[in-house]
């Protein structure tokens, strides 16, 4: 895995965490078109991160859909520069928390859950051809990793969408791996109108993950946050309190989850926590992630 540390900044120690932010990666923190205005944006969410995070108690992370080498290599082309204190990759099937102190550090406790589930390559294959034999044939993407096993299929043409998704969810649950399907994100380059077939460890998903870490961390469902662009996060954002999609989420996670931050990718998130952390905070403090170099007070 590309060193995620780097030449970059790991976010503080939070000895005493009292809010969660659950982000997913790509399109939701992470703008894939890199415009100078989302650049701006992302840098203030990061520079907010850096300097108010240890005051307030929050602990913020990634959750994203693929494995951890593809983040890492994200990371590094899109110049990311801060670190968060966890990485929710797989769908969560792999969980990392970071610090300047230790690198990165895998959760030892929820590898030993997953690894449980007996997922396996033979399995995913086992689940391939069952479905090839049922005329769904699949295409393995290069994103595979440790613990995901990533493949696409273009359904026009070969049945109702709804069909075919509840097949393969059929058939991934008779050989014992989990699975998410969901439709192509056209801004990461992906054609329209085809879908992503994740096989992971049965039991893993965004939902579970959340609810281990605000479980481990000790902070309550009504302080913790989630933001998500499309339909694949709609259960993370439902598995806390405050939960958002950005403005530029699908049209499909806009149906499936009402609430919207007012604004699109990192902006978006910036918004919500000014709005809603920082009241909690000094107020003869400058407005949340307006501090200017020398005026921080911790």
């Known amino acids: ?4 540390g780097d030449r970059r900044m790991y976010l503080p120690r939070i000895a005493a965490p009292r809010w969660v932010v659950f982000a997913d990666f790509d399109e939701t ?12 944006d992302r840098r203030s969410l990061e520079q907010l991160l850096l300097e108010e995070a240890a005051s307030l108690g929050l ?30 990759s797989s769908w969560g ?6 610090s300047r102190e230790e690198g990165r550090r895998p959760v030892a406790e929820w590898d030993a859950r997953v690894a449980q589930s007996g997922f396996s390559r033979a399995r995913v294959e086992g689940a391939i ?17 440790r613990r995901i096993d990533s493949y696409m299929f273009q359904p ?14 059929k058939v991934a649950e008779r050989h014992g791996i989990g699975v998410h399907v969901y439709p192509c994100h056209p801004a990461l380059g992906e054609p329209s109108g085809a879908h992503d077939v994740d096989f992971v460890p049965r039991g893993v998903g965004k939902r579970q993950v959340v609810d281990f870490i605000l479980d481990r961390l000790g902070v309550p469902r009504s302080r913790a946050f989630g933001f998500g662009d499309d ?14 999609l950005v403005d530029n989420a699908t049209d499909d996670a806009r149906r499936r989850f009402s609430r919207t931050a007012g604004a699109s990718y990192a902006r978006g998130i910036l918004d919500v926590i000014e709005r809603r952390v920082a009241p909690e905070g000094d107020a003869s403090r400058p407005p949340l992630g307006q501090a200017k170099p020398g005026q921080f007070t911790p």
């Open 29 to 40: 923190y992470l703008a894939h078109d890199g415009s100078p205005e989302r650049r701006r």
């Open 231 to 244: 339909v694949g996060d709609v259960d993370m954002l439902s598995a806390v309190e405050h939960g958002y």
């Open 1 to 4: 895995m590309p060193p995620l």
């Open 93 to 98: 099937a792999e969980l990392d928390f970071f």
């Open 59 to 88: 602990v913020f992370g990634w959750v994203a859909d693929g494995p951890i080498d593809l983040v890492a290599a994200t990371v590094g082309t899109h110049g990311l520069r801060v670190v968060p204190h966890f990485i929710a």
């Open 156 to 169: 026009n043409g070969r049945g109702p969408r709804p069909e075919i998704t509840s097949t393969v969810h």
């Open 129 to 145: 051809d069952d479905l090839l034999r049922r005329g769904i044939p699949l295409v393995r993407r290069e994103q595979a990793g």
